[in-house]
């Protein structure tokens, strides 16, 4: 998570293989438990997936069935291992598609792993607090977004926060999905959304909040009482076994005529 410009290659046996710059090498070795690290050369002089490619040669695992990881590999880089390793078997574009295997394997989190979950969201839940702190009327969001981005980085949240960009949006932006922070000034009873995530040892968070800067219209407090009482229902309804499909039925069935917003 902290060095880019990175491949593993997972074999069915034996040990995994990290493909790296060649700077990174020595700092990988120490952050991993892996003792298989290879690297490459930066362009125009080598590639990655030139690397990698030689990588799988070497492992005599050019010719068997390759499995791509599709959320983090460029088309780019798929196509060269394909031209690359003509003897290996790649899964079709809709097999890529749904393989979620990789996402099934991390649903089981350990001991471990829980606590720097939670790690991660005592550090975002700090970072919201700190944007709240700085709302106000004649404040631009990109500051309210700055004083969040300070205290999460100052309590440990990794500089790879580019996964979480922090959202500030007031007036008629907050209607849009995803903004990104602009120089807009917040407005005396405005409605502001923050939404914003750490990054702790490789583990995500993230939060969403909206907040009311004065007093709320009607429509806004119909809103608020309807979606607090959405959620409600939804975290009592969460227990083992239950899917998190049927907790989203219990969510849209609560918000009623505001289930059309989803």
Same mark, same amino acid.
């Not at 880019?4 to 790296?20: D, L, Q």
């Not at 550090?123 to 205290?151: F, L, Q, R, S």
């Not at 583990?203 to 909040?209: G, I």
């Not at 607090?228 to 083992?240: F, H, R, W, Y």
């Given at each position: 998570?902290?060095?880019?410009?990175?491949?593993? &290659?997972? +074999?069915?046996? !034996?040990?995994?293989? &990290?493909?790296?710059? *060649?700077?990174? $090498?020595?700092?990988?070795?120490?952050?991993?438990?892996?003792?298989? $690290?290879?690297?490459?050369?930066?362009?125009?002089? %080598?590639?990655?997936?030139?690397?990698?490619?030689?990588?799988?040669?070497?492992?005599?695992?050019?010719? !068997?069935?390759?499995?791509?990881?599709?959320? *983090?590999?460029?088309?780019?880089?798929?196509?060269?291992?394909?031209? @690359?390793?003509?003897? =290996?078997?790649?899964?079709?574009?809709?097999?890529?598609?749904?393989?979620? *295997?990789?996402?099934?394997?991390?649903?089981?989190?350990?001991?471990?792993?829980?606590?720097?979950?939670?790690?991660?969201?005592?550090?975002?839940? =700090?970072?919201?607090?700190?944007?709240?702190?700085?709302?106000?009327? !004649?404040?631009?969001?990109?500051?309210? =977004? @700055?004083?969040?981005?300070?205290?999460?980085?100052?309590?440990?949240?990794? =500089? *790879?926060?580019?996964?979480?960009? &922090?959202?500030?949006?007031?007036?008629?932006?907050?209607?849009?999905?995803?903004?990104?922070?602009?120089?807009?000034?917040?407005?005396?009873? %405005?409605?502001?959304?923050?939404?914003?995530?750490?990054?702790?040892?490789?583990?995500?968070? %993230?939060?969403?909040?909206?907040? &009311?800067?004065?007093? +709320?219209?009607?429509?806004?407090?119909?809103?608020? %009482?309807?979606?607090?009482?959405?959620?409600?229902?939804?975290?009592?309804?969460?227990?083992?076994?239950?899917? $998190?499909?049927?907790?989203?039925?219990?969510?849209?069935?609560?918000? !009623?005529?505001?289930?059309?917003?989803?």
């Amino acid at each position: 998570e902290k060095v880019p410009c990175a491949s593993v &290659i997972i +074999p069915k046996e !034996g040990e995994p293989t &990290i493909v790296t710059l *060649w700077l990174d $090498v020595t700092e990988l070795k120490k952050q991993t438990f892996l003792n298989n $690290v290879q690297g490459y050369v930066a362009p125009p002089v %080598d590639f990655i997936f030139a690397k990698v490619a030689k990588t799988l040669k070497e492992q005599g695992l050019d010719r !068997g069935n390759l499995a791509i990881e599709k959320d *983090w590999v460029h088309v780019s880089l798929f196509d060269e291992l394909r031209k @690359a390793l003509p003897e =290996a078997k790649f899964p079709e574009a809709s097999e890529t598609l749904l393989f979620t *295997w990789i996402d099934e394997l991390r649903m089981n989190r350990s001991p471990e792993e829980v606590k720097l979950s939670r790690k991660a969201c005592e550090i975002t839940d =700090a970072g919201m607090k700190a944007a709240i702190d700085a709302i106000k009327p !004649g404040v631009k969001e990109i500051e309210i =977004a @700055a004083e969040a981005e300070h205290e999460i980085v100052r309590r440990g949240s990794s =500089a *790879w926060i580019s996964n979480h960009p &922090i959202i500030v949006a007031s007036g008629t932006r907050k209607f849009i999905t995803h903004p990104f922070v602009g120089e807009s000034l917040i407005q005396k009873n %405005d409605v502001v959304v923050i939404d914003l995530g750490a990054v702790y040892e490789g583990y995500h968070s %993230d939060l969403c909040r909206t907040i &009311i800067v004065g007093n +709320p219209e009607e429509s806004v407090k119909n809103a608020f %009482d309807t979606i607090l009482k959405a959620q409600t229902e939804c975290i009592n309804s969460i227990a083992p076994e239950v899917k $998190v499909a049927t907790i989203d039925e219990i969510a849209r069935r609560a918000l !009623g005529e505001y289930s059309k917003y989803l």
